[in-house]
């Protein structure tokens, strides 16, 4: 055996090299290994694919075609598969407690495979809002060579001639409730919405994450802008599996893409295109796992740099798809990078760096002419980033909103305050909640719920109900990247542990500033002190099992809700 061979396969060669490996190899043989396999690099294909959820449904056959890619680059594939979590489905029930727990369980679950079976490369390809972080965080805590692939976006559903998505079937609970549709327009809608695979079709969690992924360095280009039914998709994934082998050779390694630099990159590009609040604490997340300084006031500091330019989903008029069309995210990635926001200098896993990736990348058409989904740098949809990072008396470490000014920059309400989601949803559904209320949930956050639930549902029945511009809402646990509206949250510190927002009564005025970004309880400094040293938070929402354990160990959401934070 060759020493540059051995190099090539640094943890492999631990595993089958020598006479004292025979029983690995034989075990190894009855899976399909010849004597030709041992001698090449192993390259884990790690899939999310299930019937679980459209976004995933492909991925298995996906994973075949980076299989082959990894073959074809002269390494030995090894396949593997780690669970999901649909937030589509199980969002307003117990059960999307589970869903940012689930990011835990499979960075774990592809750590735990990918180091204990000794691989010496990784292709995880994820689709649903989870399990891209997870695998994102499972490379960085590996630093193997890898490429993540993006399962890709779904095509839009139709309804009266109009494109329909997951977030349409949530609002038309509210437009149900509030008596615009009757129930065969609802089950039109339900039956309409989701034509097949692929992930969520707007600007939400998922397309955001992609973007951010591949922004950062860690896909190849193209990778988060194509559709899951697309050739496009499969020769991304063959693709991503041939240049691993070729990253291995190279030994570049996760953690020489992931610099500060690189994730300011994707923060910026997320800015530009719209995306969701989720990308913060999965990026505080990713970041922790590579040992890299990010903090929230990081995104706060890039906001007032970066403009708002895609009028995309959910706050704005098109989907994923559309974007697709005209580009994809190389196009803006390319206009940050003339105007000096981006750092041309990042290495990619192309092995070459930002700038050379986007050298011969081709602007968007003309707004408005030929396309108006990406307006023109000197003429922004919201001058500054929508994604604020808000501080207060209700938010001392900080809180997120995602305010594009579509609903204003400013309000001020009265508090009506719920303990959980499910009371949330009846009391907007029953129309107590009214213009100029702010809808306060609490015990939502990471140990609260525990899980840190997202509020879709209640924020589609705000929408739902037409009180879009007239009501805010603010709480402990997050939101879905479908989200939209005056919604602040991520509050820390949550109300389960001690946090302000455990104090709020009903009928109390909240002042929420999305320009000077602060969240105000407004009550006498004294009366605000004494509701503090008689509050008696109660603390974890459970005990035992997965949820127990997450609630146990989970950072703050300002930090990125992990669990090996404090270790």
């Known amino acids: 055996m060759s020493e540059q061979s051995n190099c090539n396969r640094p943890f492999s060669s631990t595993l089958v090299d020598g006479n004292d490996r025979a029983p690995a190899r034989s075990m190894l043989r009855a899976v399909g290994f010849t004597d030709e ?3 090449k690099p192993q390259i884990a294909i790690a899939s999310t694919g299930s019937d679980l959820t459209p976004c995933n449904m492909h991925i298995d056959e996906l994973a075949e075609h980076a299989t082959k890619g990894a073959d074809a680059g002269g390494a030995k594939p090894v396949n593997f598969s780690t669970i999901t979590i649909s937030d589509g489905i199980s969002m307003g029930t117990k059960g999307m407690r589970y869903s940012l727990v689930s990011r835990e369980v499979i960075a774990d679950s592809i750590e735990t495979v990918v180091a204990g079976e000794s691989m010496d490369g990784l292709v995880p390809i994820g689709g649903c809002d989870k399990n891209m972080p997870g695998c ?3 490379i960085a805590r590996l630093n193997r060579p890898a490429i993540f692939v993006y399962g890709g976006s779904i095509l ?13 079937i949530f609002e038309a609970v509210g437009r149900h409730a509030k008596g615009e549709i009757d129930d065969g327009e609802l089950k039109e809608i339900e039956c309409n919405a989701i034509p097949g695979p692929g992930s969520c079709g707007g600007m939400y969690t998922a397309n955001s994450m992609a973007t951010a992924i591949e922004a950062l360095g860690m896909s190849l280009p193209g990778s988060s802008a194509q559709l899951a039914v697309s050739q496009d998709k499969r020769e991304d994934c063959f693709n991503a599996g041939k240049q691993v082998a070729k990253l291995i050779e190279l030994d570049l390694k996760p953690r020489d893409i992931m610099t500060k630099a690189a994730f300011e990159n994707a923060i910026k590009t997320c800015i530009a295109l719209g995306g969701s609040t989720n990308i913060i604490l999965h990026l505080l997340a990713i970041a922790h796992a590579a040992d890299v300084d990010l903090t929230i006031d990081d995104f706060e500091r890039l906001g007032e740099e970066i403009p708002l330019l895609a009028d995309v989903k959910p706050f704005g008029k098109y989907n994923m798809s559309h974007l697709i069309r005209i580009g994809g995210i190389q196009p803006m990635m390319k206009i ?3 105007r000096g926001l981006l750092d041309g200098s990042c290495i990619t896993v192309t092995g070459k760096t930002i700038a050379e990736n986007l050298a011969d990348v081709k602007p968007y058409p003309a707004y408005p002419a030929e396309q108006d989904i990406i307006r023109p740098w000197d003429d922004p949809i919201k001058e500054t980033s929508h994604l604020r990072v808000l501080r207060g008396n209700l938010a001392p470490t900080g809180g997120v909103g995602k305010i594009t000014g579509k609903e204003g920059l400013y309000f001020k309400g009265t508090a009506k305050v ?9 009391g907007i ?11 306060v949930i609490r015990n939502e956050g990471p140990v609260g719920g525990p899980g840190m639930r997202e ?5 589609s029945a705000v929408a739902g109900r037409g ?5 805010a809402l603010i709480t402990d646990g997050r939101f879905s990247g479908g989200s939209h509206g005056f919604d602040v949250g991520h509050i820390t510190p949550e109300a389960a542990c001690g946090g302000p927002i455990g104090i709020v009564k009903n009928g109390d005025e909240i002042e929420i500033d999305a320009v000077k970004n602060t969240i105000s309880l407004n009550i006498p400094q004294d009366e605000y002190d004494a509701r503090m040293a008689a509050y008696e938070p109660k603390g974890p929402g459970e005990r035992r099992g997965v949820l127990g354990k997450y609630a146990a160990l989970a950072s703050s959401a300002s930090e990125g809700g992990v669990t090996d934070k404090n270790l």
């Open 136 to 138: 994102m965080i499972a």
């Open 37 to 39: 396999d041992f001698k």
């Open 156 to 168: 839009p559903g139709l309804h009266k001639e109009k494109p329909i998505d997951i977030v349409s």
């Open 455 to 459: 509020m879709l549902s209640p924020t």
């Open 418 to 426: 719920y303990e959980n989601e499910e009371d949330s949803l009846q």
């Open 429 to 439: 559904l029953r129309g107590d909640v009214v213009a100029g209320d702010v809808v």
């Open 467 to 471: 009180l879009i511009k007239e009501v």
């Open 336 to 338: 940050l990078l003339d």
